[in-house]
């Protein structure tokens, strides 16, 4: 299998900004839509991650010496017209698990510590963040 290169590495950190920046701004403003509550509280925690998220790999990219991308994924146009909030959580869960599963791809080809470790955190949050989300909808089907 063997390790990634650095352009692999950059490509592969930025096509997880644009997605991560594009559910960035889904979760912002659906926790505006929300208003107050459970859901709210759910994007706006999640909205939090992503944000995190964003800036981690932006760091990574640079450090790497590539230059990030400006562009926000076509999920954020894909999730917003999705008008009732619960299909729009279930389609944001989808794009967090598309993230988990790019993840668990490349992080066996990730040699730099630092990045592994930051790689690995952000897996763990989108799992996290499915978890969480799962129950919310249970709770508001």
């Keep these: 299998m063997g390790y990634a290169t650095p352009a692999e590495l ?4 930025n ?11 889904v979760t912002l403003e659906s926790a505006r839509e929300a208003g107050s509550g459970a ?3 759910l994007m706006t925690a ?4 992503e944000a995190r998220w ?13 230059k990030p991308t400006a562009t ?7 999730a917003m017209a999705i008008a009732a909030m619960s299909d729009r959580i279930a389609f944001l869960n989808r794009g967090q ?9 490349m992080l066996p080809k990730v040699r730099d510590d630092k ?3 930051d790689l690995k955190a952000m897996l763990e949050a989108h799992v996290a963040n499915i978890a969480l989300a799962d129950r919310i909808l249970a709770e508001t089907r």
């Design 10 to 13: 950059a490509a592969f950190l």
């Design 15 to 25: 096509e997880l900004l644009e997605a991560e920046r594009a559910g960035s701004r």
């Design 39 to 41: 859901v709210a509280d």
């Design 46 to 49: 999640i909205q939090r991650d």
């Design 54 to 66: 964003c800036a981690m790999l932006l760091s990574h990219i640079e450090r790497l010496g590539a």
């Design 72 to 78: 926000t994924g076509a999920f954020y146009g894909k």
């Design 97 to 105: 698990g598309w993230v988990v599963k790019k993840l668990r791809g």
């Design 115 to 117: 990045l592994h470790a």
